[in-house]
């Protein structure tokens, strides 16, 4: 069981992560922007950060280098529609341990979380 904070601006997506994740057994807590995301992280201290690209107020790879800076051991994986190279580039460069295309096949999403954390 893992503590993980799911970061995403449309909440059906941030609903159905949490019931996927939570069904596998971890504990979730949601933000709808990045901007809350590192509030919510500095403050939780989650064991994973699954989050969105695109977001208002704050963006996912910003939110990941506020988070990654605070924190260098975070574990973030990326979430996005946008599944364009320079933007994976970008995010495994600012730190992210993996990136997740959507619309994502929740198998694809427990194997993901699985790689980083412990069962």
Do not use: Y
């Not at 596998?24 to 064991?47: I, K, L, S, W, Y």
């Not at 600012?94 to 999403?109: H, Q, W």
């Amino acid at each position: 069981m893992a503590r993980i904070l799911v970061v995403d601006d449309a909440m059906f997506m941030r609903s159905r992560l949490r019931g996927l994740l939570e069904g596998a057994g971890h504990v979730v807590t949601e933000a709808p922007n990045g901007r809350e995301a590192v509030e919510r992280f500095g403050e939780e201290q989650p064991d994973l950060v699954l989050m969105d690209v695109t977001m208002p107020e704050m963006d996912g790879l910003e939110a990941l280098k506020r988070i990654r800076a605070a924190e260098p051991t975070a574990r973030v994986i990326m979430c996005s529609a946008l599944g364009q190279q320079s933007i994976v580039l970008e995010a495994i460069k600012a730190g992210a341990k993996d990136f997740i295309v959507k619309p994502f096949r929740p198998e694809k999403v427990l194997e993901a979380v699985g790689r980083q954390v412990s069962p």
